[in-house]
C-alpha cells in the first residue's frame, strides 16, 4: 500500500510539474492575443487543476509515510512550490493580473526542478522531527514564503518596466546580474541531472563533524573536498574498498559540507558560461529580452501588490520561523535559540523585513526603491534555503 500511495504522489507532481509549463502557454497569449479573456481563464484553469495534483501528491505522500512530508528537503521544497503556486492564485483572485503568472510560475517549477535532484526516498524521522511542531512550523514557513515571494514577483515585473533596455547605469547592471543568478539556477539543476542521469558518482570516506566516519557522494568532479577524505567504491551492504578517483585537493573542515559547496562552486562556472554564451546568442542583455512581457504590467498595481504581500507574508514568517520554531526547538533539543546557522539565518530573514516594513511606511521606500528591497528578500530566502542546506552544517541538516 505504501508503494501504491507513492507512485499516487510521485505521479501527481509530474502531472502538475507538466501542467504547469503548459500553462504558460495560453497565459503569454492571454497578452498578446484577440482573445485575452478566453486564453487567461483557460492558463489560470490549468494552474488551479495542477495545484489541485499538488495537493493530491501531498495528502498521498503523507499517507504513504505516516507523518507531514516536510522532513527533507525535497519535500521542504516541493512544500514551498506548492505554496508559491497558491499564493499566485489568491493573487489572481484579488487582482487578476494576466502578467504575474508568467514570473510566478516559472519560480515555481524551477523549484520543483531543484527539489527533484533530491532524494525522493521515505525514512524514517530522526528523534528530532517526531514531533507535531515539525508539520506546523514547516508548513507556516513554506506559507509565508509563498506569499512573500509574491512581492518579489511583483518587484521583478516593476523593474523590468521601468529600467530602460539601453540603460547604462548601476540598477541596469543589477538587473542584468539577477537574470545571471537565475541561469546559475538553471545550470545547477541541469548539471546535477545530467550527471545522475548518467550515473556518475564518486564516493569519499571522511570524519564528519561530529567525529564519525560518514560517505559523501559527488556527482560532480570533485575540486573541494574535505579534510584527509579518501576516495572510495561502494561494494553494497556499507561496504568499500579504495579506489582512484579525481580530486583537486582543496580541502575543508566538515563544519562545510565540502560536497554541496563543490557543487555550487561548479554550478557558478556552468551558469557562467552558459550565461556568456545566451550573451553572444541574443547579443544584449538578457533582462533586454524578457522586457517586453512586462511591457501591459500597471506599475501602481505592481506595487501595490508588492508591500501587500510583505505585510501578510511578515507576520507569518514571524509565527513560523521564530515563535512556532522556538517551541519546536525547546521540545526537540531543550532550548529556545541556539544561534544554529538555519536559526541565525532566519532571524536576519526577519529583520530584514522589518527593515523593509519600516522604510516603506515611515521614510516613503516605494515604488522603484520598495521593488528591490522586495526582490533582495527573495534572495535572502533562497541563500538560507540553498547555501545555509547544503554548505553549513548544522543542527537543520536533515532539511
Known amino acids: 500500500m505504501q508503494h501504491t500511495f507513492l507512485q499516487i504522489s510521485n505521479t501527481s507532481i509530474f502531472i502538475a510539474f507538466i501542467l504547469l509549463l503548459i500553462a504558460l502557454v495560453p497565459l503569454a497569449l492571454s497578452i498578446r492575443s484577440k482573445h485575452e479573456e478566453r486564453n487567461s481563464k483557460i492558463a489560470v484553469g490549468i494552474v488551479i487543476v495542477a495545484f489541485i495534483l499538488e495537493l493530491v501528491y501531498f495528502a498521498f505522500r503523507w499517507a504513504a509515510t505516516g507523518h507531514a512530508p516536510v522532513s527533507n528537503l525535497f519535500e521542504f521544497i516541493a512544500m514551498f512550490?506548492?505554496?508559491?503556486?497558491?499564493?499566485?492564485?489568491?493573487?489572481?483572485?484579488?487582482?487578476?493580473?494576466?502578467?504575474?503568472?508568467?514570473?510566478?510560475?516559472?519560480?515555481?517549477?524551477i523549484?520543483?526542478?531543484?527539489?527533484?535532484?533530491?532524494?525522493?526516498?521515505?525514512?524514517?524521522?530522526?528523534?528530532?522531527?517526531?514531533?507535531?511542531?515539525?508539520?506546523?512550523?514547516?508548513?507556516?514557513?513554506?506559507?509565508?514564503?509563498?506569499?512573500?515571494?509574491?512581492?518579489?514577483?511583483?518587484g521583478f515585473i516593476y523593474l523590468l518596466k521601468i529600467i530602460p533596455a539601453d540603460e547604462k547605469s548601476l540598477r541596469?547592471?543589477?538587473?542584468?546580474?539577477?537574470?545571471?543568478?537565475?541561469?546559475?539556477?538553471?545550470?545547477?539543476?541541469?548539471?546535477?541531472?545530467?550527471?545522475?542521469?548518467?550515473g556518475y558518482q564518486n564516493d569519499f570516506l571522511y570524519?564528519?563533524?561530529?567525529?564519525?566516519?560518514?560517505?559523501?557522494?559527488?556527482?560532480?568532479?570533485?575540486?573541494?573536498?574535505?579534510?584527509?577524505?579518501?576516495?572510495?567504491?561502494?561494494?553494497?551492504?556499507n561496504q568499500y574498498e579504495a579506489a582512484d578517483h579525481f580530486n583537486l585537493g582543496i580541502s575543508l573542515p566538515p563544519i562545510i559540507k565540502a560536497h554541496s559547496l563543490?557543487?555550487?562552486?561548479?554550478?557558478?562556472?556552468?551558469?557562467t558560461v552558459l550565461y556568456g554564451i545566451l550573451r553572444l546568442g541574443f547579443r544584449r542583455r538578457l533582462y533586454t529580452v524578457v522586457k517586453p512581457l512586462a511591457k501591459s504590467a500597471d506599475l501602481n498595481l505592481m506595487d501595490d501588490i508588492g508591500y501587500r504581500s510583505v505585510i501578510i507574508g511578515y507576520p507569518l514568517f514571524a509565527l513560523g520561523g521564530l515563535f512556532f520554531a522556538a517551541i519546536w526547538a525547546q521540545e526537540a533539543w531543550s532550548r529556545f535559540w541556539g544561534w544554529d546557522p538555519k536559526e541565525t539565518w532566519a532571524f536576519i530573514t526577519f529583520m530584514f523585513y522589518t527593515i523593509f516594513l519600516h522604510l516603506r511606511l515611515n521614510i516613503g521606500y516605494e515604488g522603484e526603491k520598495s521593488a528591490w528591497l522586495a526582490v533582495i528578500g527573495f534572495l535572502i530566502i533562497l541563500f538560507n534555503m540553498i547555501a545555509i542546506n547544503l554548505i553549513v552544517a548544522g543542527l537543520h541538516s536533515y532539511a
Open 81 to 109: 512550490s506548492i505554496m508559491l503556486i497558491a499564493g499566485y492564485l489568491i493573487t489572481y483572485v484579488y487582482y487578476k493580473t494576466k502578467v504575474f503568472g508568467l514570473f510566478a510560475i516559472p519560480i515555481s517549477l
Open 111 to 154: 523549484l520543483l526542478g531543484y527539489g527533484s535532484i533530491f532524494s525522493t526516498d521515505v525514512a524514517p524521522l530522526i528523534p528530532a522531527l517526531q514531533s507535531n511542531w515539525l508539520f506546523i512550523h514547516v508548513t507556516t514557513v513554506t506559507l509565508s514564503y509563498g506569499i512573500l515571494s509574491m512581492s518579489a514577483v511583483a
Open 172 to 198: 541596469a547592471r543589477m538587473l542584468e546580474f539577477l537574470m545571471w543568478n537565475i541561469v546559475v539556477v538553471f545550470a545547477f539543476i541541469i548539471s546535477i541531472s545530467v550527471m545522475r542521469g548518467i
Open 207 to 237: 570524519v564528519d563533524q561530529t567525529g564519525n566516519n560518514a560517505i559523501a557522494e559527488y556527482h560532480l568532479p570533485s575540486l573541494i573536498n574535505y579534510n584527509d577524505a579518501q576516495a572510495v567504491n561502494h561494494l553494497g551492504d
Open 262 to 271: 563543490n557543487t555550487v562552486v561548479w554550478s557558478i562556472i556552468l551558469g
